[in-house]
């Protein structure tokens, strides 16, 4: 049981960050205890309150508050997480740094960006290309997720097969710890191997170990030309083999996107789109490079290595509003695709490259198996995939197929020697799988870890174990 | 058990959030959420809001309704959704649920649409508030409720251009309006009371065409529609469709009239005795720059002054119409458009007078925007954004002015 907020707490907080960005009311509170996972939205895990701090002094003080009296802090940015990470699960605070939006710095010469925690991902990208300058990670929430949030959950994306998730930009990073101290980690030194690689260990903490309100992010020249393919295939098969062959072969695309028939059905509710009769699978492929020359070789050899696996159709975004249409539609199908049924729990596993196809296969018969739609998309360049149960959990005999589905799914994974999340975290929603993947080995390490950095365990408690 | 009118209302709103999965993408586009970056101002989380309120999870209370009531039914939210849903419907479904429940209304919310139900009472203002103008005296009232207005002579004194025709407009691929139509102006109780002037040349541009129907209509309902007052915008509906029946096409130059009234056939389905007279009535309507595109209209001089033109969220998102206004524009002058053009003024009908602080920072960032074309007149066609363009145009010191449509072309 938590310490109750008094009145004496409230009013300290409410002088330190100002009346304004302080929420208390109940419908306040209840609009803070979700984000964009598939946790029922009721009962709802409302916060006790919804801090707003400006400055990283302010959440240096609200921390020590909090460690004072014991309080529970969850750090939350868009709340667009799809594993429950900001859900405040036992009350105390909600801290949201959404207002934390300032882009501090960008550095043309050492090529790197400094910017808040409440910075969107998308705000940031424009900003560093208007100077000619590339930040790849792109995850599907990119325009409205915040660069905290992500290096919190250590984000990927669709470019994560060229260019790697945000982990790999990561240089440096301010954290408030748990007791309030400002911890400033790695700076803009490419080779630092000073002491432990702590930006790497708060880099995909999930909000459990401090409280990010920095991050000092390596940027690439930006890639002169770009454009998108769309390929339609009879099997989803036939599209994996694609892109491996594709790889093999050195031809290294910024994305490689691959989509189920369910999939091609969700997204044509509500988008134009045009589908090759008997196309079961589509992958949506962006090429990048430095002129027209490098980008038609790439083009020309993706359709020779596409229509070998055979390929039904084959076509190069004419203009950059169809190749924005094409990826707005990749974007929007996780929503599309949760549209299709009452519940939709959907998955994020990740597998070795090869193992995709396998991988792939054995969730079309876990589908058969328990009679359950089962849509699959990802990033099949990565061997990241979005395996999405449809179902009704209202409906407890189905209820019940639906969870031995996932825990099958999950063993699938692992059994072809994958992981159980490769963008989204743990959560809430993973953690009855996480010794299965990491054993008591690596469990018991993750505990000791946070037990040293957190000993009151007030930061996101409830999470990751 | 037979569920009441309350209860299916609700289950309606519950049906049109159902499809939210939460992702935000509705965060960066909503209005509102830009000035108040709190989650319930967002469109996530009204929905979020609703299904509480239907499951469960909250109380109908005075809280509750502000939340709800703390929106531009801009439907920008709608148009970024994944899944399309259609949070400004649900809202005004939960207004009237909350509404109807709770028995609450404002004090000044009763005054207007007690007002706008009334087709002698908003005649009466109409003529205090032209001569509270003639005087120089509508700054007495608060800022918004009685904008200056200027008028086509102004704006030719300033900028006319050589006295030949503009170009021809070309026509979009809607069916084109038969020559022998009977065409009718619908003057909506904004472009009545506030604009006058400018639906005078509505009237003339429309009658230079065709001989128009002048019908003595009551307002469209939306006031009503939006502030849980059901019932009252059924029989203000009724009234225009009986109206109307003799004209072949009706014409609006108030987006949120044409939006509203092609609209009304959705609220008769299921009625026996008005579903097809109401489907009529909503196929017949069109909004001006519609109308005018389609049957070639030539503006009736060029003027030789950059324009620019903001998007009445009932146009744009509401009805689709975003390229007619540009091509009249077009025709007309120097076009210039601006950054944003179809992101909600802050107007939103009556949102401006119950909340202005908030809707003076959505203006502002519109303000920027003009400003940043160097245009010096912003047209638009809503009677509703014009009350805020004016404002605008007076907070920029003189930099631009703001106008309807009409009166440029």
Redesign the interface.
Known sequence: MNPPLTAEIREKIRRLVGEENVLAGDVDRFVYSYDASFMPLLPAHKPDLVVRPRTVEEVAALMAIAYEYAIPVTPRGAASGRTGGSVPLQGGISLALDGMTRILELDERNMTVTAEAGVRTFDLYNHCASRGLFYPPDPASWKFSTIGGNVAENAGGMRAVKYGVTTDYVMGLEVVLADGTVLQTGGKAVKNVTGYDLKSLFTGSEGTLGVITKALLKLLPMPKRRNTIQIMFRSLDEGCTTIHRMLQAGLVPAAAEIMDDVCLKAVARHCQVDLVPASEACIIIEIDGESDAALDTQARGIEAVAKECGALEFRLASSPQEADALWALRRGLSSAVAALAPNRLGEDISVPRDAFPEVVRRIRSISEKFQLPIAVYGHAGDGNLHPSVLCDLSNPEEAKRVHQAVDEIFAAALAVGGTLSGEHGIGITKQPYLSQALGAAGVKTLQAIKQALDPKGILNPGKIW | MKKTGEEILLQEAREKVS?C????????VCPLFGVR????ASAR?KN??V??LT????EP?A??LA?VDFCLLCRACVET????VGTDAAMIDVRQYLRDRMGCWSAKEAALAGLLKSRGLVKLTAAMLSLLRRFGLNDLLPRGLVPDEQTREHFLTAFAGPAALGQRVPSSAMATVAATARVAYFKGCGMRMLFPAASAETFRILQAATPVLRKDNPCCGLPHLAHGRRSAFLALARQNIALYENADVVVSDCASCSGTLKHISSYFAGDPLWQERAAAFSRKVLDLTEYLVNIGYRPRRQVDAPVTYHDPCHLARGQGITQPPRDLLEATGRFIEMKDAATCCGGAGAFHLEYPVISSRILEKKRANIERTGAAVVVTACPGCLIQLVKAAQASGGKFRAMHISQII
């Open positions: 499809q999965d939460r992702c935000g993408a509705c965060l960066p970056e709190v989650e319930a989380g979020a809001l299904r509480a499951d469960g999870g909250l209370t809280d509750l939340r959704c994944p899944n399309k």
